[in-house]
Nanobody, 124 residues
Framework: QVQLKESGGGLVQAGGSLRLSCTAS????????MGWFRQALGKEREFVAT????????YYADSVKGRFTISRDHAKNTMYLQMNSLKPEDTALYFC?????????????????WGQGTQVTVSS
């Protein structure tokens, strides 16, 4: 069982930046991709970004393209989400997700393992 631990959330003013981290642990496992999803209050969980571990390809939701950057430290089994030019509509609980298999990377159904989430709040 892969365990995921997020960190780095917080309160920031609009236009500011935050960097989220997610570290995977739990023995020996394969990683096809790790991604970020978010869920705002009263809304469904939505795709933010994902990164394929070996190929190093990054994919983004249109709403964050150009503002957010996903990256990974392979040796540390850690993924990062650098969030710049934050907007109040970015306010949400951000979840880290992990998949060994690489199916449907823009859907939460494509991931087997999830973190508990870290709150990001952007004030106007």
């Amino acid at each position: 069982q892969v365990q995921l631990k997020e960190s780095g959330g917080g309160l920031v003013q609009a236009g500011g930046s935050l960097r989220l981290s997610c570290t995977a642990s739990g023995g020996t496992f394969n990683t096809y991709a790790m991604g970020w999803f978010r869920q705002a209050l009263g809304k469904e969980r939505e795709f933010v970004a994902t990164f394929t571990w070996s190929a190093g390809n990054a994919y983004y939701a249109d709403s964050v393209k150009g503002r957010f950057t996903i990256s990974r430290d392979h040796a540390k089994n850690t993924m990062y989400l650098q969030m710049n030019s934050l907007k109040p509509e970015d306010t949400a609980l951000y979840f880290c997700a992990h998949t060994q298999y690489g199916h449907i990377l823009r859907s939460q159904n494509g991931y087997e393992n999830w973190g508990q989430g870290t709150q990001v709040t952007v004030s106007s």
